[in-house]
Nanobody, 124 residues
Framework: QVQLVESGGGLVQAGGSLRLSCAAS????????MGWFRQAPGRVREFVSA????????YYAGSVKGRFTISRDNAKITVYLQMNSLNPDDTAVYYC?????????????????WGQGTQVTVSS
């Protein structure tokens, strides 16, 4: 079993920045890809970004590309999401997820483990 714990969420003004982190523990040998998803109130969960653990290949949703940056620390078994130029549309609960695939996939069906989420609120 793999445990994922997100942190770094909070309240920020529009145009501001936040950095989320997700620490993995347990069966970390099975980590091939880690991704970020988000779910705003009353909306469906959507893909944000993903990164492969060994090669560092990345993929971003069009809504965040150019503003968000995903990265990982293999030694610490931690993935990060640097979020810049935040706007109210970015307000959501952000979830970290783990996939056994070796590509930065966007589909929820490819992710086996999920964190409990961290709240990000962007005020106007």
């Amino acid at each position: 079993q793999v445990q994922l714990v997100e942190s770094g969420g909070g309240l920020v003004q529009a145009g501001g920045s936040l950095r989320l982190s997700c620490a993995a523990s347990g069966r970390t040998f099975s980590i091939y890809t880690m991704g970020w998803f988000r779910q705003a109130p009353g909306r469906v969960r959507e893909f944000v970004s993903a990164i492969t653990w060994t090669g560092g290949s990345t993929y971003y949703a069009g809504s965040v590309k150019g503003r968000f940056t995903i990265s990982r620390d293999n030694a610490k078994i931690t993935v990060y999401l640097q979020m810049n130029s935040l706007n109210p549309d970015d307000t959501a609960v952000y979830y970290c997820a783990l996939s056994r695939t070796q590509q930065p996939v966007a589909g929820e069906e490819f992710y086996d483990y999920w964190g409990q989420g961290t709240q990000v609120t962007v005020s106007s």
